[in-house]
Protein backbone atom coordinates (compact mmCIF):
# COMPACT_ATOMS: atom_id res chain seq x y z
CA UNK A 1 0.00 0.00 0.00
CA UNK A 2 0.97 3.43 -0.42
CA UNK A 3 -0.47 7.01 0.33
CA UNK A 4 -2.50 7.58 -2.26
CA UNK A 5 -4.59 5.90 -5.07
CA UNK A 6 -8.36 5.83 -6.62
CA UNK A 7 -11.51 3.77 -5.19
CA UNK A 8 -10.23 0.83 -6.85
CA UNK A 9 -11.12 -2.46 -5.84
CA UNK A 10 -8.31 -4.13 -7.45
CA UNK A 11 -6.02 -1.23 -6.07
CA UNK A 12 -3.55 -1.49 -2.75
CA UNK A 13 -4.69 1.46 -1.43
CA UNK A 14 -7.92 0.83 0.16
CA UNK A 15 -11.39 1.73 -0.92
CA UNK A 16 -12.91 5.18 0.94
CA UNK A 17 -16.01 2.89 2.45
CA UNK A 18 -12.64 0.43 3.91
CA UNK A 19 -11.10 3.32 5.74
CA UNK A 20 -14.70 4.71 6.88
CA UNK A 21 -15.88 1.97 8.55
CA UNK A 22 -12.47 1.59 10.36
CA UNK A 23 -12.59 5.51 11.20
CA UNK A 24 -16.38 4.82 12.15
CA UNK A 25 -15.40 1.28 14.44
CA UNK A 26 -12.99 3.44 16.48
CA UNK A 27 -14.13 6.65 16.78
CA UNK A 28 -17.54 6.76 16.56
CA UNK A 29 -19.27 3.13 17.39
CA UNK A 30 -20.57 2.90 21.17
CA UNK A 31 -19.41 6.84 22.02
CA UNK A 32 -23.04 8.59 21.75
CA UNK A 33 -21.97 10.88 19.61
CA UNK A 34 -22.09 11.84 15.63
CA UNK A 35 -19.36 13.62 14.02
CA UNK A 36 -19.15 16.83 11.51
CA UNK A 37 -18.60 15.97 7.89
CA UNK A 38 -16.05 18.90 7.79
CA UNK A 39 -13.58 17.38 10.93
CA UNK A 40 -13.93 13.62 8.74
CA UNK A 41 -12.91 15.34 5.63
CA UNK A 42 -9.76 16.64 7.80
CA UNK A 43 -9.40 12.88 8.89
CA UNK A 44 -9.04 11.68 5.48
CA UNK A 45 -6.93 14.56 3.83
CA UNK A 46 -4.28 12.90 6.23
CA UNK A 47 -4.93 10.00 4.06
CA UNK A 48 -4.78 11.67 0.91
CA UNK A 49 -8.46 10.92 0.10
CA UNK A 50 -10.50 14.36 -1.10
CA UNK A 51 -13.36 15.57 0.12
CA UNK A 52 -15.29 14.79 -2.89
CA UNK A 53 -15.01 11.14 -2.03
CA UNK A 54 -15.16 11.74 1.82
CA UNK A 55 -18.77 13.27 0.82
CA UNK A 56 -19.48 10.38 -1.54
CA UNK A 57 -19.03 8.09 1.12
CA UNK A 58 -20.84 9.61 3.84
CA UNK A 59 -24.01 9.87 1.42
CA UNK A 60 -23.52 6.57 -0.25
CA UNK A 61 -23.78 5.05 3.47
CA UNK A 62 -26.82 7.76 4.22
CA UNK A 63 -28.51 6.01 1.64
CA UNK A 64 -27.71 2.52 2.50
CA UNK A 65 -29.30 3.17 5.61
CA UNK A 66 -25.93 3.08 7.41
CA UNK A 67 -25.26 6.36 8.83
CA UNK A 68 -27.85 9.15 9.75
CA UNK A 69 -27.48 12.75 9.66
CA UNK A 70 -28.11 15.18 12.05
CA UNK A 71 -28.29 19.06 11.51
CA UNK A 72 -26.79 21.64 14.31
CA UNK A 73 -27.19 25.02 12.59
CA UNK A 74 -25.33 24.98 8.97
CA UNK A 75 -23.32 21.85 9.93
CA UNK A 76 -24.20 18.32 9.58
CA UNK A 77 -22.85 15.33 11.20
CA UNK A 78 -22.80 11.89 10.75
CA UNK A 79 -23.98 8.96 13.32
CA UNK A 80 -24.41 5.46 13.01
CA UNK A 81 -27.39 3.66 12.06
CA UNK A 82 -28.24 0.28 13.56
CA UNK A 83 -27.69 -1.80 11.40
CA UNK A 84 -23.77 -0.04 10.89
CA UNK A 85 -23.69 -0.56 14.45
CA UNK A 86 -23.79 -4.24 14.14
CA UNK A 87 -21.53 -4.48 11.15
CA UNK A 88 -18.81 -3.13 12.96
CA UNK A 89 -19.64 -4.86 15.97
CA UNK A 90 -19.50 -8.09 14.11
CA UNK A 91 -15.89 -6.48 12.29
CA UNK A 92 -14.31 -5.90 16.20
CA UNK A 93 -15.21 -9.31 17.15
CA UNK A 94 -13.54 -10.55 14.42
CA UNK A 95 -10.13 -8.35 15.08
CA UNK A 96 -10.19 -8.74 18.65
CA UNK A 97 -12.07 -12.23 19.64
CA UNK A 98 -12.37 -14.41 16.91
CA UNK A 99 -8.44 -13.04 15.67
CA UNK A 100 -6.77 -14.91 12.55
CA UNK A 101 -6.01 -18.37 14.12
CA UNK A 102 -8.42 -21.22 14.53
CA UNK A 103 -6.74 -22.96 17.26
CA UNK A 104 -9.96 -24.31 18.99
CA UNK A 105 -11.70 -26.13 16.05
CA UNK A 106 -13.67 -28.80 17.54
CA UNK A 107 -14.10 -30.98 13.98
CA UNK A 108 -17.08 -29.79 13.39
CA UNK A 109 -17.92 -28.57 9.10
CA UNK A 110 -20.67 -26.62 8.12
CA UNK A 111 -22.24 -28.12 4.98
CA UNK A 112 -24.32 -26.32 2.14
CA UNK A 113 -25.34 -27.59 -0.65
CA UNK A 114 -27.44 -26.07 -3.46
CA UNK A 115 -29.08 -26.39 -7.20
CA UNK A 116 -30.15 -23.48 -8.56
CA UNK A 117 -31.84 -23.31 -12.10
CA UNK A 118 -29.95 -21.85 -15.03
CA UNK A 119 -32.81 -18.70 -14.70
CA UNK A 120 -31.91 -17.91 -11.38
CA UNK A 121 -28.15 -17.37 -12.45
CA UNK A 122 -27.76 -13.68 -10.73
CA UNK A 123 -29.19 -15.19 -7.68
CA UNK A 124 -26.40 -18.16 -7.65
CA UNK A 125 -23.81 -16.19 -8.10
CA UNK A 126 -25.11 -13.82 -5.14
CA UNK A 127 -25.19 -16.83 -2.37
CA UNK A 128 -21.75 -18.05 -3.78
CA UNK A 129 -19.97 -14.83 -3.06
CA UNK A 130 -21.91 -14.41 0.38
CA UNK A 131 -20.69 -17.66 1.35
CA UNK A 132 -17.23 -16.93 0.44
CA UNK A 133 -17.35 -13.74 2.21
CA UNK A 134 -18.59 -15.78 5.21
CA UNK A 135 -15.82 -18.01 4.70
CA UNK A 136 -16.85 -21.14 3.30
CA UNK A 137 -14.65 -23.24 0.20
CA UNK A 138 -15.82 -25.05 -2.63
CA UNK A 139 -15.24 -28.78 -2.18
CA UNK A 140 -16.98 -29.86 -5.59
CA UNK A 141 -20.00 -28.98 -7.50
CA UNK A 142 -22.93 -27.23 -5.52
CA UNK A 143 -20.95 -28.46 -2.16
CA UNK A 144 -19.90 -25.56 0.21
CA UNK A 145 -17.80 -26.12 3.45
CA UNK A 146 -16.99 -24.12 6.45
CA UNK A 147 -15.04 -24.94 9.86
CA UNK A 148 -17.33 -24.71 13.08
CA UNK A 149 -20.77 -24.12 12.77
CA UNK A 150 -21.70 -21.29 10.81
CA UNK A 151 -25.06 -19.28 10.90
CA UNK A 152 -26.65 -18.43 7.33
CA UNK A 153 -30.33 -17.80 7.56
CA UNK A 154 -29.73 -14.42 7.03
CA UNK A 155 -27.92 -15.43 3.58
CA UNK A 156 -30.22 -17.89 2.71
CA UNK A 157 -33.79 -15.82 3.58
CA UNK A 158 -32.35 -12.47 2.03
CA UNK A 159 -32.04 -14.47 -1.14
CA UNK A 160 -35.44 -16.19 -1.08
CA UNK A 161 -33.64 -19.64 -0.85
CA UNK A 162 -35.68 -21.66 1.55
CA UNK A 163 -36.35 -24.52 -0.60
CA UNK A 164 -32.94 -24.72 -2.51
CA UNK A 165 -30.94 -25.21 0.07
CA UNK A 166 -29.59 -27.37 2.32
CA UNK A 167 -27.53 -27.07 5.63
CA UNK A 168 -25.78 -29.24 7.52
CA UNK A 169 -22.99 -29.69 10.17
CA UNK A 170 -20.82 -32.55 9.45
CA UNK A 171 -17.66 -34.33 10.70
CA UNK A 172 -15.00 -35.56 8.06
CA UNK A 173 -15.02 -39.62 8.28
CA UNK A 174 -12.53 -42.64 6.44
CA UNK A 175 -11.12 -42.78 4.02
CA UNK A 176 -11.79 -38.62 4.23
CA UNK A 177 -8.90 -36.71 5.93
CA UNK A 178 -9.76 -33.30 7.53
CA UNK A 179 -6.23 -31.92 5.88
CA UNK A 180 -7.62 -33.07 2.74
CA UNK A 181 -11.48 -30.94 2.79
CA UNK A 182 -8.76 -27.83 3.73
CA UNK A 183 -6.72 -28.98 0.15
CA UNK A 184 -9.71 -29.07 -1.74
CA UNK A 185 -11.75 -26.15 -0.25
CA UNK A 186 -10.23 -23.14 0.40
CA UNK A 187 -6.88 -21.81 -1.93
CA UNK A 188 -4.21 -22.06 1.37
CA UNK A 189 -1.47 -20.35 -0.80
CA UNK A 190 -3.50 -17.51 -1.88
CA UNK A 191 -4.62 -16.81 1.48
CA UNK A 192 -0.96 -17.01 2.94
CA UNK A 193 0.13 -14.76 0.37
CA UNK A 194 -2.40 -11.95 1.78
CA UNK A 195 -1.04 -12.71 4.93
CA UNK A 196 2.77 -12.18 3.62
CA UNK A 197 1.56 -9.07 2.07
CA UNK A 198 0.46 -7.68 4.96
CA UNK A 199 3.93 -8.45 6.72
CA UNK A 200 5.76 -6.75 3.71
CA UNK A 201 4.19 -3.40 4.42
CA UNK A 202 3.81 -3.26 8.28
CA UNK A 203 7.21 -5.82 9.30
CA UNK A 204 9.53 -2.91 9.14
CA UNK A 205 11.13 -0.99 10.91
CA UNK A 206 9.22 2.34 10.10
CA UNK A 207 5.84 1.82 8.50
CA UNK A 208 4.28 3.91 6.09
CA UNK A 209 7.23 6.46 6.08
CA UNK A 210 5.13 9.03 3.71
CA UNK A 211 2.52 8.82 6.43
CA UNK A 212 2.10 12.03 8.46
CA UNK A 213 1.48 10.73 12.03
CA UNK A 214 -0.30 8.37 13.81
CA UNK A 215 -3.95 8.63 13.43
CA UNK A 216 -3.17 8.00 9.65
CA UNK A 217 -1.08 4.83 10.53
CA UNK A 218 -3.85 3.20 13.08
CA UNK A 219 -6.62 3.70 10.14
CA UNK A 220 -4.60 2.21 7.63
CA UNK A 221 -3.50 -0.45 9.72
CA UNK A 222 -6.96 -1.56 10.82
CA UNK A 223 -8.36 -1.36 7.48
CA UNK A 224 -5.59 -3.99 6.41
CA UNK A 225 -6.20 -6.02 9.33
CA UNK A 226 -9.79 -6.10 9.18
CA UNK A 227 -10.22 -6.77 5.16
CA UNK A 228 -7.64 -9.83 5.85
CA UNK A 229 -9.27 -11.69 8.70
CA UNK A 230 -13.06 -10.96 7.18
CA UNK A 231 -11.47 -12.62 3.75
CA UNK A 232 -9.96 -15.39 6.20
CA UNK A 233 -12.06 -18.75 6.18
CA UNK A 234 -10.99 -19.06 9.44
CA UNK A 235 -9.10 -22.56 8.91
CA UNK A 236 -8.17 -24.77 11.56
CA UNK A 237 -4.32 -24.34 12.73
CA UNK A 238 -3.56 -28.23 13.22
CA UNK A 239 -4.17 -28.50 9.60
CA UNK A 240 -1.99 -25.70 8.17
CA UNK A 241 1.96 -25.30 8.04
CA UNK A 242 3.36 -25.10 11.20
CA UNK A 243 4.89 -21.69 9.85
CA UNK A 244 1.65 -20.43 8.94
CA UNK A 245 2.04 -16.59 8.49
CA UNK A 246 -0.76 -15.61 10.00
CA UNK A 247 0.10 -16.29 13.42
CA UNK A 248 2.70 -13.53 13.04
CA UNK A 249 0.75 -10.88 11.46
CA UNK A 250 -1.69 -11.06 13.89
CA UNK A 251 0.98 -10.64 16.70
CA UNK A 252 2.19 -7.86 14.67
CA UNK A 253 -1.20 -6.06 14.25
CA UNK A 254 -1.97 -6.38 17.91
CA UNK A 255 1.68 -4.85 19.06
CA UNK A 256 1.17 -2.02 15.88
CA UNK A 257 -2.12 -1.28 16.88
CA UNK A 258 -1.53 -0.77 20.78
CA UNK A 259 1.62 1.20 19.55
CA UNK A 260 -0.64 3.94 17.37
CA UNK A 261 -3.74 4.16 19.99
CA UNK A 262 -2.65 6.90 22.39
CA UNK A 263 -1.05 9.10 19.82
CA UNK A 264 -3.74 8.63 17.21
CA UNK A 265 -6.44 9.55 19.89
CA UNK A 266 -4.92 12.67 20.81
CA UNK A 267 -4.63 13.55 17.47
CA UNK A 268 -8.20 12.59 16.41
CA UNK A 269 -9.49 14.75 19.55
CA UNK A 270 -7.80 17.42 18.12
CA UNK A 271 -9.66 17.33 15.40
CA UNK A 272 -13.02 15.87 15.63
CA UNK A 273 -15.87 18.17 16.39
CA UNK A 274 -18.77 15.65 18.26
CA UNK A 275 -22.54 15.81 18.63
CA UNK A 276 -24.02 13.98 21.47
CA UNK A 277 -26.68 11.44 19.95
Known amino acids: MTLGGEDDPTAQFPRPQSLMFSFLGIYVLDRGVAVYSGSVIDVFARLNVSEEAVRSTLARMVKRNLLIRHRQGRKVYFGLAPHAAEVLKDGRRRVWE ?95 GRYRAFLAQWDVPRPLPGAPDDLARQLLLHTDW ?48 ELPV
Request: charged residues 25%; negative net charge; proline residues 6%.
Open 98 to 192: TGAVNRDWDGTWTVVGFSLPDSRRSTRHDLRSQLIWNGFGLLQNGLWIAPGEKDVTDIIASLELGDHVTVLTASAFKPTETADLVRKAFDIERIA
Open 226 to 273: LQLVRQDPHLPAAHLPPDWPAIRAEQLFQVLAREYETRAAEQAAAILD
